[in-house]
């Protein structure tokens, strides 16, 4: 089943609801380059925290995982520049504030 970007329930018994969960949790475990540590499972669980504020319905994962994987590159690269081995919540949490949009960016500046 494809979402094309549409946010799926968080809290759904069907087929689905484990298998995005596990989804997301497959992303942010991912090492292709060797470069991103692994994610404990603090950080797991703010970045899974992270996914159902951008949705854009109530208690619902988001499915845009382009955003979400760049958020864990960012996480990723905190972590390294700490020489720590683990990617932590406070990892993700200063990741959300380097990956403002464009947009959120340009308010910033502009306040």
């Known amino acids: 089943q494809i979402s ?3 946010a799926l329930p968080s809290t759904s018994r069907r087929l689905g609801f484990s298998d995005r969960r596990t989804q997301s949790s497959r992303q942010a475990s991912q090492r292709r380059d060797g470069k991103i540590p ?3 499972q603090d ?3 703010a970045l899974l925290n992270e996914s159902k504020k951008r949705s854009t319905k109530r208690n ?3 499915t845009h995982f382009r955003d979400l994987g760049g958020l864990i590159r960012c ?3 905190l972590a390294v ?6 990617i932590t919540a406070k990892h993700v ?3 959300i504030n380097y990956s403002s949009t464009l947009d959120e960016q340009q308010k910033q500046q502009n306040a």
């Open 43 to 45: 950080g797991l669980q």
């Open 38 to 40: 692994h994610v404990d």
């Open 75 to 77: 996480s990723g690269d």
């Open 81 to 86: 520049a700490e020489d720590a081995p683990l």
């Open 4 to 6: 094309r970007g549409r």
């Open 60 to 62: 619902h994962y988001t």
């Open 93 to 95: 949490a200063q990741a």
